[in-house]
Nanobody
Framework: QARLVESGGGLVQAGGSLRLSCEASGLPFSRYAMAWFRQGQGKEREFVAAISWSGITDIHSHSVKGRFTIFRDVIDNTAYLRLQMNNLKPEDTGVYYC??????????????????WGQGTQVTVST
Protein backbone atom coordinates (compact mmCIF):
# COMPACT_ATOMS: atom_id res chain seq x y z
CA GLN A 1 0.00 0.00 0.00
CA ALA A 2 1.49 3.29 -1.11
CA ARG A 3 1.81 5.87 1.64
CA LEU A 4 3.24 9.35 2.04
CA VAL A 5 3.37 10.57 5.62
CA GLU A 6 4.47 14.08 6.46
CA SER A 7 5.95 15.22 9.77
CA GLY A 8 7.84 18.13 11.24
CA GLY A 9 5.23 20.84 11.12
CA GLY A 10 4.50 23.09 14.06
CA LEU A 11 4.36 26.61 15.41
CA VAL A 12 7.39 28.85 14.95
CA GLN A 13 8.12 32.55 15.22
CA ALA A 14 8.88 34.59 12.15
CA GLY A 15 12.54 34.23 11.24
CA GLY A 16 12.68 30.71 12.63
CA SER A 17 13.29 27.37 10.92
CA LEU A 18 11.56 24.06 10.49
CA ARG A 19 12.40 20.87 8.63
CA LEU A 20 9.58 18.88 7.13
CA SER A 21 9.91 15.20 6.31
CA CYS A 22 7.84 12.88 4.20
CA GLU A 23 8.24 9.14 4.60
CA ALA A 24 7.39 7.30 1.39
CA SER A 25 6.56 3.61 1.38
CA GLY A 26 4.79 0.96 -0.63
CA LEU A 27 6.10 1.96 -4.06
CA PRO A 28 9.53 2.72 -5.53
CA PHE A 29 9.27 6.42 -4.66
CA SER A 30 13.02 6.82 -5.01
CA ARG A 31 12.42 6.59 -8.78
CA TYR A 32 9.73 9.29 -8.89
CA ALA A 33 9.75 13.04 -9.06
CA MET A 34 8.49 14.44 -5.77
CA ALA A 35 7.33 17.80 -4.55
CA TRP A 36 5.98 19.92 -1.74
CA PHE A 37 2.81 21.96 -2.05
CA ARG A 38 1.05 24.11 0.52
CA GLN A 39 -2.39 25.51 1.15
CA GLY A 40 -3.11 28.54 3.28
CA GLN A 41 -6.50 29.06 4.86
CA GLY A 42 -8.97 30.21 2.22
CA LYS A 43 -6.37 29.86 -0.52
CA GLU A 44 -5.75 27.42 -3.31
CA ARG A 45 -3.03 24.83 -2.95
CA GLU A 46 0.20 26.12 -4.45
CA PHE A 47 3.54 24.74 -5.55
CA VAL A 48 6.50 25.11 -3.20
CA ALA A 49 9.35 22.97 -4.51
CA ALA A 50 10.05 19.83 -6.54
CA ILE A 51 12.97 17.47 -7.02
CA SER A 52 13.95 14.90 -9.61
CA TRP A 53 14.22 11.21 -8.82
CA SER A 54 18.01 11.48 -8.62
CA GLY A 55 17.94 14.52 -6.37
CA ILE A 56 20.24 16.33 -8.77
CA THR A 57 17.67 18.75 -10.16
CA ASP A 58 15.30 20.84 -8.09
CA ILE A 59 13.05 23.84 -8.55
CA HIS A 60 11.60 26.24 -6.00
CA SER A 61 8.80 28.75 -6.25
CA HIS A 62 9.78 32.38 -6.36
CA SER A 63 8.24 33.03 -2.94
CA VAL A 64 10.49 30.51 -1.16
CA LYS A 65 13.64 30.57 -3.26
CA GLY A 66 16.67 31.28 -1.13
CA ARG A 67 14.84 30.36 2.08
CA PHE A 68 13.61 26.80 1.49
CA THR A 69 15.57 23.80 0.24
CA ILE A 70 14.09 20.55 -0.97
CA PHE A 71 16.14 17.37 -0.82
CA ARG A 72 15.66 13.63 -0.59
CA ASP A 73 17.44 10.68 0.95
CA VAL A 74 17.09 6.99 1.66
CA ILE A 75 17.54 5.56 5.14
CA ASP A 76 17.30 1.83 5.80
CA ASN A 77 15.70 1.32 2.37
CA THR A 78 13.01 3.91 3.12
CA ALA A 79 12.73 6.96 0.90
CA TYR A 80 12.32 10.38 2.49
CA LEU A 81 11.53 13.77 1.04
CA ARG A 82 12.62 16.77 3.11
CA LEU A 83 12.00 20.49 3.11
CA GLN A 84 14.36 22.71 5.07
CA MET A 85 12.58 26.00 5.74
CA ASN A 86 14.60 28.96 7.01
CA ASN A 87 13.69 32.58 7.67
CA LEU A 88 10.04 31.69 7.87
CA LYS A 89 7.44 34.37 7.33
CA PRO A 90 3.79 34.55 8.43
CA GLU A 91 2.73 34.13 4.80
CA ASP A 92 4.36 30.67 4.84
CA THR A 93 1.59 29.49 7.17
CA GLY A 94 -0.46 26.63 5.81
CA VAL A 95 -0.80 22.89 5.43
CA TYR A 96 2.18 21.41 3.62
CA TYR A 97 1.68 18.37 1.42
CA CYS A 98 4.16 15.88 0.05
CA UNK A 99 3.42 14.53 -3.43
CA UNK A 100 4.88 12.05 -5.89
CA UNK A 101 4.51 11.64 -9.65
CA UNK A 102 4.85 7.96 -10.56
CA UNK A 103 5.03 8.84 -14.27
CA UNK A 104 7.86 11.34 -14.09
CA UNK A 105 11.50 11.36 -13.09
CA UNK A 106 12.13 15.04 -13.73
CA UNK A 107 11.09 17.76 -11.29
CA UNK A 108 8.05 19.81 -12.25
CA UNK A 109 5.45 22.10 -10.73
CA UNK A 110 2.31 20.74 -12.41
CA UNK A 111 0.08 19.85 -9.50
CA UNK A 112 -2.40 17.80 -11.52
CA UNK A 113 0.30 15.37 -12.61
CA UNK A 114 1.16 14.28 -9.06
CA UNK A 115 -0.79 11.12 -8.34
CA UNK A 116 0.23 10.32 -4.76
CA TRP A 117 -0.37 12.71 -1.88
CA GLY A 118 0.16 12.76 1.85
CA GLN A 119 -2.35 14.01 4.41
CA GLY A 120 -0.41 17.18 5.14
CA THR A 121 1.30 18.78 8.11
CA GLN A 122 0.42 22.17 9.56
CA VAL A 123 3.00 24.95 9.64
CA THR A 124 2.11 28.11 11.53
CA VAL A 125 4.42 31.13 11.58
CA SER A 126 3.62 33.79 14.15
CA THR A 127 4.68 37.44 14.06
Amino acid sequence: QARLVESGGGLVQAGGSLRLSCEASGLPFSRYAMAWFRQGQGKEREFVAAISWSGITDIHSHSVKGRFTIFRDVIDNTAYLRLQMNNLKPEDTGVYYCAADSQAAAAHAEQERYDYWGQGTQVTVST
